[in-house]
Each structure stands twice: as structure tokens, then as C-alpha cells.
């Protein structure tokens, strides 16, 4: 199984594996008591159990550590709670030191990296001492308490929210503008929407409101580009191989929403050479 992948600004991100934990574990210098999906380690949570998490457990540290996990990415938003000592720990490139009761949270494909901590009652479910009912059923439960907690203090002292970050039109503005990398997935309104965190209709008004164009002309538009480029770079592609490489389904389709964007067929553009960009 292949680990998760984001790509952006043309560049493809996976998912963590934690191999440099598992070779810890291996070598007896951490504890590692873990339950999990995909390509994470540990023992594997059945299919229906706690829907949306990829990972929880716990990393037993007892002495000095002369190694850590690089700097990486995750697929979801990630919980890291330091039960006892300290450990290192960055985000996006600052530095940080966690100690006994600290709570750090990274968003989805943040890159960051940890040391060794360990987890309380989520990992005393997972290592089993903790037999109150199913271990999945336990395991719901401490995520809903953990869930609660973090809102109630976040309740109690506000985070004064990142209006980079939470907007929107700034959301809306991110994801366009790492689109054009992934356009020839085969997007429609909904996934696009979904991916941008947003619903159908508020996704529609901040494409509008930024690009002029509804999402799926926006997305034709970076498609054609596309083609062109290609046009101009590989002159030994066909036609058919390009409008497939940009994510049209078939030849026609790609000579109609081409004709639509460009004004002339793509067999023009390829036969005359020309460099210019909509």
C-alpha cells in the first residue's frame, strides 16, 4: 500500500511512514504500542472502527534519545500530547520544546517533526490494560473526550484566529493557486468544493469573485494552458496523447473545450507554434 500524497506548487508530498520510530522500536530504544491504517505502523484497526483515524497510540522513551523523526507531513490533523519529560519539536520550520501536559496540533500536510512522547488513556486502550467494553468502543470514546477537551480549552482561552489561514477567499485563493499541478485529476464541482474545504456554493462565489470564471471554466482554462505548453515543449506529442495528459477524457472533448477557451481547434495552435498564454 502507498502512503497518502498531496501535491502542490508541482511538488508531491506523502504521507508519513514513521520508519525511523519502527526502527527505534526495533532496536528496543522506544515502546511503541500503536493501532492503525494505510502505512502506518502498529496493529491494524478494523475497517469500520473509529471512522477518520489513521493513527493512535502511544512512544515510550525511558532514557535519552540521539534520534527523531525528520521533518514530515500527514495526511489529517495530527495530535501530539507529551504525558511526561520533554521532547523536541517544530513546525514549519520554528523550534519548540514539549513538556508533561503540553497539547501540540498540526493541520493536515503541515510539515513538522517530534521526538518521542507518549500518550495517556488513548494509549492504555491501546496496549490493552484498558479492557472496560471493545477496544474499538473505548477508543471512540477517549477521541470524543479528547475532541471536547481541546474545544473546552480552547473555549476557555481563545486562539486568535489567522485570517491567512482562516478565510474563506483565502482558502479558496490557496487552493487555486496549487490547482493547476493536479488539474488533470478527474475533478468535478463537488471534489473541488470538498478539497478546498467548502461547500458547492460558497466554493462557486470566491472562484468568481477571484478568477471571474466558474470552478469548472477555471479548471478548462488551466487545462488548456497546459496543452499549450506541452504543444510548445513536446511538438513530438499527438493531439490525443496531450488532451489525455491534461485530464480530457477523449480527443473531441478536448478539441471542443479547447476551441471554447483558446477561440481556434487545437490542431491550429499545434500547427502554427503559438507561444502565447491566454
Keep these: 500500500?502507498?502512503?497518502?500524497?498531496?501535491?502542490?506548487?508541482?511538488?508531491?508530498?506523502h504521507a508519513d511512514t514513521c520508519s525511523e520510530l519502527v526502527q527505534a522500536a526495533g532496536r528496543g530504544e522506544v515502546r511503541l504500542e500503536a493501532l492503525a491504517r494505510g502505512t502506518y505502523p502498529g496493529g491494524r484497526l478494523a475497517p469500520r472502527a473509529v471512522p477518520g483515524v489513521r493513527s493512535v497510540g502511544f512512544w515510550d522513551a525511558r532514557h535519552e534519545q540521539d534520534w527523531g523523526l525528520p521533518v514530515h507531513r500527514n495526511e489529517g490533523i495530527e495530535f501530539t500530547f507529551l504525558a511526561s519529560g520533554s521532547t523536541g519539536f517544530s513546525v514549519d520550520g520554528r523550534a519548540y520544546t514539549l513538556r508533561a501536559g503540553d497539547l501540540a496540533v498540526t493541520r493536515p500536510w503541515q510539515p513538522h517533526?517530534?521526538?518521542?512522547?507518549?500518550?495517556?488513556?488513548?494509549?492504555?486502550v491501546v496496549e490493552g490494560r484498558d479492557r472496560g467494553g471493545s477496544v474499538t468502543s473505548r477508543l471512540a470514546l477517549e477521541?470524543?473526550?479528547?475532541?471536547?477537551?481541546?474545544?473546552?480549552?480552547?473555549?476557555?482561552?481563545?486562539?486568535?484566529d489567522d485570517p491567512d489561514l482562516t478565510s474563506a477567499e483565502r482558502a479558496t485563493e490557496m487552493f487555486l493557486s496549487e490547482l493547476e499541478a493536479s488539474s488533470a485529476r478527474p475533478w468535478t464541482l463537488d471534489t473541488l468544493a470538498e478539497s478546498a474545504g467548502l461547500r458547492r456554493t460558497r466554493f462557486a462565489h470566491y472562484v468568481r469573485k477571484l478568477r471571474n470564471m466558474t470552478p469548472i471554466e477555471y479548471l478548462a482554462h488551466?487545462?488548456?494552458?497546459?496543452?499549450?505548453?506541452l504543444m510548445r515543449e513536446r511538438p513530438d506529442l499527438s493531439l490525443t496523447a496531450i488532451g489525455l495528459e491534461c485530464g480530457f477524457a477523449s480527443s473531441q472533448y478536448f478539441a471542443t473545450v479547447f476551441r471554447?477557451?483558446?477561440?481556434?481547434?487545437?490542431?491550429e495552435e499545434k500547427r502554427a507554434g503559438r507561444g502565447r498564454d491566454l
Aim: hydrophobic share 45%; net charge positive; glycine share 12%.
Design 1 to 13: 500500500m502507498k502512503p497518502a500524497a498531496f501535491v502542490t506548487a508541482g511538488r508531491a508530498y
Design 113 to 124: 517533526c517530534v521526538g518521542g512522547p507518549r500518550f495517556e488513556a488513548l494509549g492504555r
Design 143 to 160: 477521541i470524543n473526550g479528547l475532541l471536547f477537551g481541546i474545544l473546552e480549552a480552547l473555549r476557555a482561552q481563545p486562539v486568535a
Design 222 to 229: 488551466l487545462r488548456v494552458e497546459r496543452a499549450r505548453r
Design 260 to 267: 471554447r477557451v483558446a477561440g481556434h481547434a487545437p490542431r
